[in-house]
């Protein structure tokens, strides 16, 4: 019995070492960037979401739809949302940004980039884990979070202009 309770904790032990290399590993990696004008598409494990990805219903989720009488810059708007989520700015240009989160524990990193297309008066938007195959429905809910945060800070801005005389 002792021997197995020596295997067992081993075993542990090797797993939560093992995280730690993976979050470590994850930290080194970047965001594909933009691949001729677009997001680029996700990769065939389930830790992916992106809107740009229409023909692939495991890995597509829906764009942000643009007022097509839009007055205002939704780059700025989003960008304080994702740092109102924990994110952190890394590269971005005019129509592109490209933030990266961090998990508590293993220090695990995900992507997270944002493509207005003013063209189509959408908002694109990719999610996804650098390392590991699943990710427990994290960069859904975190997509879902930054379209929640965005249409409220769009509200906002929106009733503090028409409060102006």
């Known amino acids: ?10 075993f542990i032990v090797a797993g939560v070492f093992l995280l730690f290399i993976l979050g470590g590993i994850s930290r080194s990696g970047k965001a594909p960037g933009l691949i001729a004008g677009r997001l680029a598409k996700c990769p065939d494990t389930p830790n992916c979401l992106c809107s740009e990805q229409k023909d692939d219903a495991n890995h597509f989720i829906s764009p ?6 839009i007055t205002f810059d939704p780059l700025p708007i989003l960008k304080n949302a994702v740092r109102d989520m924990g994110g952190t700015i890394g590269t971005e240009s005019v129509h592109y ?15 997270l980039e944002v ?6 008066k959408m908002i694109h938007i990719r ?8 990710d427990a429905g994290v ?4 997509i879902e979070l930054l379209k ?5 800070k769009v509200s906002e801005a929106d009733h503090s202009l028409k409060a102006i005389p």
Request: proline share 2%; aromatic share 12%.
């Open 115 to 120: 493509r207005i297309d003013s063209t189509q």
């Open 1 to 10: 019995m002792k021997i197995v309770f020596v295997i067992m904790s081993l």
């Open 127 to 134: 999610s996804a884990s650098r390392v590991g195959y699943g």
């Open 64 to 69: 942000i739809i643009l007022p097509q009488n």
């Open 97 to 111: 940004f490209a933030a990266t989160f961090s998990s508590a524990i293993f220090g695990f990193m995900d992507d």
């Open 148 to 152: 929640k945060l965005y249409a409220q």
């Open 139 to 142: 960069n859904k809910k975190r």
